[in-house]
């Protein structure tokens, strides 16, 4: 459906054509000459050259802006899949930390650098405790837990995210056999 915006400029542009087509031009005579005329044809060629000049180069703008916008998405998930690693390493930080102070110092870190990435769309996948589905998880290894736990993820060893829709990284993931 189009805006209003973009009728707007197809109806400009349609009176503009309009006007070409039924424009005449008129040369002054030299003296002695008569006057010739231009036919209508003739006169409005460069006129609707310019009609396609001037559309080919909106099709070109809206083309570069797309480009524009689609290399800009790429180039923000390419900076969050290297941001990825220092979250990883810090989780792991976490986990061996014995020192309770230095434990939520890391925690704090952690949270600063995912609130960063949740401004730019970014989120967690869960993994845990779900069936393992190989289209949504990772898996490294298989772990004996039970016959309750056959099939299901019983340990993330690397958490997955999304943005947009788009998975940036599956979680990396421990089976139950």
């Known amino acids: 459906m189009a805006t209003k915006k973009e009728t707007k400029k197809k109806d400009a542009a349609a009176k503009e054509a309009e006007q070409a087509q039924s424009f005449e031009f008129k040369e002054e005579p030299q003296a002695g000459e ?3 005329q231009v036919k209508a044809v003739e ?4 006129l609707a050259q310019y009609a396609r000049l001037q559309a080919d180069f909106e099709n070109f703008k809206k083309r570069n802006a797309d480009t524009a916008a689609r290399m800009y998405e790429e180039g ?5 899949k290297d941001i990825m690693p220092t979250i990883d390493n810090i989780d792991t930080a976490i986990a061996f930390q014995k020192d309770e102070a230095h434990k939520q110092s890391l925690e704090l870190v952690r949270k600063a650098f995912l609130d960063v ?8 996948m869960s993994a845990l ?14 772990r ?4 309750d ?3 299901k993820v019983v340990d993330v060893l690397k958490k997955g995210y999304t943005r947009g829709g788009k998975v940036l ?3 990396m993931v421990v089976v139950g056999e």
């Open 117 to 124: 990435l949740k401004r730019y769309g970014v989120e967690e």
């Open 76 to 80: 923000v998930a390419d900076v969050i």
């Open 43 to 46: 006169a409005t060629v460069p």
């Open 169 to 171: 990284r599956y979680p």
């Open 34 to 36: 008569q006057e010739p």
């Open 149 to 151: 736990k056959v099939g």
């Open 144 to 147: 004996d837990e039970g016959p």
């Open 129 to 142: 405790g779900e069936d393992f589905d190989p289209k949504k998880h990772e898996a490294l290894m298989n």
